[in-house]
């Protein structure tokens, strides 16, 4: 059943008004008829069962039939700090990614990070960011939607580590077996963190783990820069029951 993400101001306690794209698509693309059926998600984690009731203008009308716990979003949040790779890798990995799981993505800046974001651009470039995991997110059922926070430097990333309740660091230069950092403990709120193409330096390794990091190795293959993310990122929901089965 095909799926929408509405804001609070769209809703009423029995009907929706869907405008814009969304709208659209349900009237130009897909050309529902009256009486057909939608979910839409209040982004907060419900679903609303809902049926189209009529169009007026270029407004579709929904009448909500049933409100329903969402099933989409994992119990751990992770969020997933990268550093910003060439071409359109970063779209893959806010894709995937939001399929998978993630609650929000962190672009970063490092030492050794090629792309050159311009901050005209940077505003537009976001948009378009959001858009993609929007779509992700109604094509996984997903709950809410992931969050893509503005361009982050390095320092100011480090600032952040604190907030969260375990912070890893993928390096390829060597770290703690992944599955022993994951029988370790168990936590709420994660954060992973991967480098660009030509990986950390090594005052960056210092400063993560002086700031209170875990290094962690992916094993002895040297993963591409958007295979990373994704690879960790499986590995995590897998271990906390998120892919199927009983945690590990």
Not at 41 to 55: F, N, R, S, W
Not at 67 to 72: A, D, K
């Amino acid at each position: 059943m095909q799926r929408y993400f509405i804001d609070a101001h769209q809703c009423s306690s029995d009907a929706i008004r869907i405008e814009g794209s969304d709208a659209h698509h349900i009237t130009r693309v897909l050309r529902m008829q009256l009486g057909a059926q939608v979910i839409c998600c209040d982004g907060k984690g419900t679903d609303l069962l809902a049926e189209v009731k009529a169009v007026e203008g270029d407004a579709v009308l929904l009448r909500v039939h049933k409100r329903m716990t969402s099933r989409g979003e994992p119990a751990i949040a992770v969020t997933v700090a990268q550093a910003l790779p060439k071409g359109d890798k970063w779209e893959w990995v806010l894709q995937k990614g939001t399929e998978l799981g993630a609650v929000s993505f962190l672009p970063v800046l490092t030492t050794r990070t090629v792309v050159k974001l311009e901050a005209k651009k940077a505003d537009k470039k976001r948009e378009r960011w959001q858009k993609i995991v929007k779509e992700a997110a109604e094509q996984s059922h997903r709950g809410r939607i992931p969050v893509v926070e503005p361009v982050i430097r390095w320092s100011p990333l480090l600032d952040l580590f604190p907030t969260y309740d375990r912070v890893l660091f993928a390096y390829e230069k060597g770290g703690q077996p992944l599955r022993h950092v994951l029988e370790e403990s168990r936590c709420e709120r994660m954060l992973i963190v991967v480098g660009p193409e030509g990986g950390f330096t090594a005052e960056e390794a210092e400063q993560a783990q002086a700031a209170g990091a875990v290094a962690i190795t992916l094993g002895s293959r040297i993963l591409r820069a958007e295979t990373a993310p994704l690879a960790l990122l499986s590995c995590l929901m897998y271990a906390h029951g998120e892919m199927g089965g009983e945690p590990l």
